[in-house]
């Protein structure tokens, strides 16, 4: 997962109010129970040690969502007064909760908000073929192409004549299987879509497919449907999850590569908090692996006012020179140095612990996979 959209939250410094609310009811009491809320996540927020301001700003936000369609949740987090980022969510909390720290509690929103592929939805048939884009939050119209009309059908007639035919009918087909690939490749890169489900008919499915640019066949999903035949939100929903289930066991196995050290006696991967604190401070964390269930996510460490400034023990950020220092949750606080380094985030769910069992098929192969990563952190390394 980019976590880019998160810098807003580390250019000023904490303490931070992180408040979770789900949206996914909708009833005829919906704008009194978003009021109440309102003013239950205040109170909780005040009773933890929240400013005033602050307390105000996150009702505020949630009163304003009191008439609000969102099918899911939204995510708040604020700061002397001000609600500084409200992502919206790809899947409902578990009930509504704040807290106020010294870092924003932003774990949760890789479960809730990650992982959420766009998907470009192509309708292929021989004349052309109707885009859509699809995500947990969006759908619409993505535009589409139409090839050359005529000729379109073949005949069943043998003789000269209408071999020729034939094969104009062919090279037709050949053109507009090209002009929706290219369509589509630029639909693409518009759009920055991870996923492109072709539904068709499987001898065009299967042309355009091949005369995509290469880049894009890993993106490729090809579903069982005629022509005619439009996709419901349960087709598409799994092959978003196949997609991020498929990624997030790539990505485990090539952590559990990593962790072998290499002729140079350096491991591509590290876990455990003393590992993972050493190697933000160094800048080395390239993808950063998260299990937020491993006893290692919620394990305090010690930070400073910048982002590289984190250490296992508080009398450690003195003999680097700090001197103010405040405790945080270990994912917190290694997702902050995640962000101002631009590293990527991995969310390691069940599912992809499951996929890598498979893959592996290996002895111990099972136990291996439940242990990724060891406590629940770890990283894949950059070296300079």
């Known amino acids: 997962m980019d976590l880019a959209f998160l810098q807003p939250l580390y250019e000023h410094p904490g303490p931070w109010a992180s408040v979770y609310v789900d949206t996914s009811r909708h009833t005829e009491d919906t704008p009194h129970e978003r009021h109440l809320t309102a003013r239950a996540m205040a109170r909780e927020l005040a009773a933890q040690g929240a400013d005033e301001a602050t307390c105000r700003a996150v009702g505020n936000a949630i009163e304003e969502l009191r008439h609000s369609s969102e099918p899911h ?98 090279n037709t087909w050949e053109h507009n299987a090209a002009e929706i690939a290219d369509a589509l490749a630029v639909c693409q890169e518009e759009t920055g879509a991870d996923l492109l489900i072709l539904v068709g008919e499987d001898r065009e499915r299967r042309s355009v497919r091949e005369r995509l640019p290469q880049r894009l066949h890993p993106l490729v999903v090809e579903a069982p449907h005629g022509a005619g035949s439009r996709l419901l ?71 400073g006012e910048d982002p590289d400034q984190l250490a296992v023990r508080r009398t450690d950020l003195k003999i680097l020179g700090e001197q103010n220092s405040w405790s945080a949750r270990a994912d917190d606080a290694l997702i902050r140095s995640a962000v101002a380094t631009d590293a990527a985030a991995l969310l390691v769910t069940p599912e992809a612990d499951e996929a890598v069992r498979v893959e592996v098929g290996a002895p111990g192969a099972a136990r291996a996979a439940d242990e990724v990563p060891v406590g629940g952190l770890g990283a894949l390394l950059r070296w300079k």
Request: charged share 35%; glycine share 8%.
């Open 73 to 170: 949740g939204r995510a708040l987090f604020a700061r002397a007064g001000e609600v500084v980022l409200d992502p919206p969510l790809a899947r409902a909390p578990q009930g509504d909760w704040a807290q106020w720290a010294p870092l924003p509690r932003v774990t949760p929103l890789l479960e809730l908000a990650s992982e959420d592929p766009v998907c470009i939805v192509a309708y292929v048939d021989r004349k052309g073929a109707d885009f859509e884009l699809r995500s947990a939050l969006v759908s619409r119209d993505a535009g589409g192409v139409t090839g050359r009309q005529w000729p379109i059908h073949r005949t069943s007639s043998v003789d000269w004549s209408e071999r020729h035919f034939q094969l104009r009918v062919e």
């Open 233 to 303: 939100d349960e087709d598409v929903e799994r092959a978003r999850g196949r997609h991020v289930r498929d990624r997030a066991a790539a990505e485990l196995e090539r952590f559990l590569a990593a962790r072998a050290p290499d002729e140079e006696g350096r491991a591509g991967a590290v876990e455990g908090v003393p590992a993972l604190v050493e190697a933000a401070r160094e800048h080395r964390i390239d993808e950063l692996l998260i299990r937020p269930d491993g006893p290692d996510a919620h394990r305090e460490v010690w930070i």
